[in-house]
């Protein structure tokens, strides 16, 4: 088990390119999250998957916001048209699924800055 | 809806000080309750948990209860260490579909 894995780590930019994230979960858990953290502040809430289903979007993911998770293995974040305010660092997590006293385990983040 | 108020920081204690962080919890329902620790430079570590009232979460001499009748679960350590120096979450989860995170409290422990 080698935890969870994000990359790249750091990503500049410039506003209006897309950007796209991949996270690889620990092998056997079937749910997957997505966050955003910005400076200061907690994880937000983006996205989960249940193995390849995407099962709940927050109001926070835009529709220039994309995520797949085509073979319930990892999955991507893609970011199209970048705008200033995506700067923030991007964190992945998995869980095993099995209810509500699950823990979470989290990656170390991708930290994109648009400039 | 669901959510999770900290205590702000910065904390900043002397090396052996007692450490309290507090934590209340807004929730529909019989949430967990969990304490993350943020490294520098480093994602989210699960600290301890908690998943129903009266449980009490330990690991690496951190604390935590959680009380339903004061909708709490502060992080308590007896004795801080200049390596316990990060930032600490208190989330909550009533599904396990969403995690609320709260704020987070950046502690400073000076040798």
């Known amino acids: 088990d080698t935890g969870v894995s994000q990359d790249p780590r750091h990503k500049i930019t410039k506003r209006g390119q897309n950007v796209t994230f991949r996270c690889d979960p620990i092998s056997e858990h079937n749910r997957l999250y997505w966050y955003r953290q910005t400076l200061g502040q907690g994880p937000e809430f983006l996205t989960y998957f249940q193995n390849e289903a995407q099962l709940e979007k927050s109001r926070l993911l835009s529709d220039r916001f994309s995520a797949e998770r085509p073979k319930g293995s990892f999955s991507t974040l893609e970011i199209q048209r970048t705008e200033q305010g995506d700067s923030a660092m991007y964190l992945c997590?998995?869980?095993?699924?099995?209810?509500?006293?699950?823990?979470?385990?989290f990656g170390p983040g991708t930290r994109l800055l648009v400039l | 809806g669901d959510s999770v108020t900290q205590m702000e920081g910065p904390v900043t204690l002397s090396e052996e000080a007692f450490l309290t962080i507090n934590c209340t919890y807004t929730?529909?329902?019989?949430?967990?309750l969990f304490w993350y620790v943020q490294y520098p430079g480093e994602g989210l570590q699960l600290l301890l948990k908690a998943t129903k009232a009266d449980d009490k979460g330990s690991n690496k001499g951190f604390e935590a209860t959680y009380r339903k009748e004061t909708t709490s679960f502060h992080l308590e350590k007896g004795s801080v260490q200049v390596s316990d120096s990060a930032v600490y979450f208190c989330?909550?989860?009533?599904?396990?579909?969403?995690?609320?995170f709260g704020t987070g409290t950046s502690l400073t422990v000076i040798p």
């Open positions: 997590a998995s869980s095993s699924g099995r209810g509500y006293q699950e823990t979470q385990y």
């Open positions: 989330a909550l989860s009533s599904t396990g579909n969403q995690f609320y």
């Open positions: 929730a529909t329902g019989y949430p967990s």
